[in-house]
């Protein structure tokens, strides 16, 4: 256009067209700028919530995990003790019909006192019952010292035994020969909560807690409980009858 010339209408919308077009040109530039800026800034937005989920899913695997492997070592644990108690079980009811002790005392006392046949007297000499050797004992013995109570070890000869059934025989006998059992009731009654007491009463063993009072009858009555061991009892009874 020519210095001094005025524009035709023409002209002047030819002019605006190619301003329209130009800044057309420029827009997409600018509104792409604006979208990934806003990508970017939702994307941060995201970060701290996925890394929050991979969080809990990693602490829930981790708790899965935890609780497989302690369902694993309680069901080994319940093997184990189960298995213990079906080893003795039998004897335990051919002695009640032969003594009158009820199997639920005869099994829990051989949990307690042998750590379900773990400790050492069970393992070395199979006796399940911890009963010492005194000079009325003309067998095969062992040596070695135990906890007698709270605090309390001793070192002293204790009976040892080629099998867990001829333990289990021999403490039938023992508690049947000894009179003290027979005065405090052991033979009186077919409850186990009894037999327990009068085991307790008759001095059978001196376990205390750290006041001093007696506990082993508790703890018997305990054991009786946690492993539905009255059941022993009430088969060994029908049988006997």
């Excluded at 694993?72 to 004897?91: C, G, R």
């Amino acid at each position: 256009m020519d210095i001094g010339k005025i524009p035709t209408k023409n002209e002047k919308k030819i002019n605006s067209i190619k301003k329209e077009a130009n800044s057309s040109k420029l827009m997409p530039k600018k509104r792409n700028k604006k979208r990934v800026k806003k990508n970017r800034n939702k994307k941060i937005k995201k970060t701290p919530i996925v890394l929050f989920l991979i969080f809990v899913s990693l602490i829930y695997y981790i708790f899965l995990m935890n609780n497989k492997v302690y369902n694993n070592i309680a069901e080994k644990e319940n093997m184990f003790e189960q298995d213990f108690i079906s080893k003795i079980e039998k004897k335990a009811e051919e002695e009640y019909i032969k003594n009158g002790i009820l199997p639920s005392i005869t099994i829990s006392q051989a949990i307690l006192e042998s750590n379900w046949g773990e400790s050492r007297l069970a393992l070395e000499g199979n006796n399940l019952f911890g009963i010492k050797a005194d000079k009325s004992w003309h067998g095969k013995r062992i040596n070695f010292s135990t906890k007698e109570n709270y605090k309390d070890y001793v070192k002293a000869d204790f009976r040892k035994y080629s099998s867990w059934d001829e333990s289990i025989s021999d403490y039938a006998n023992f508690l049947k020969e000894n009179n003290r059992y027979k005065k405090h009731g052991l033979f009186d009654s077919k409850d186990y909560v009894k037999q327990a007491q009068s085991l307790e009463d008759a001095g059978y063993a001196t376990t205390e807690n750290e006041k001093g009072e007696k506990i082993y009858a508790e703890k018997l009555i305990g054991v009786i409980k946690k492993y539905n061991l009255r059941k022993y009892d009430i088969k060994a009874i029908n049988r006997k009858n």
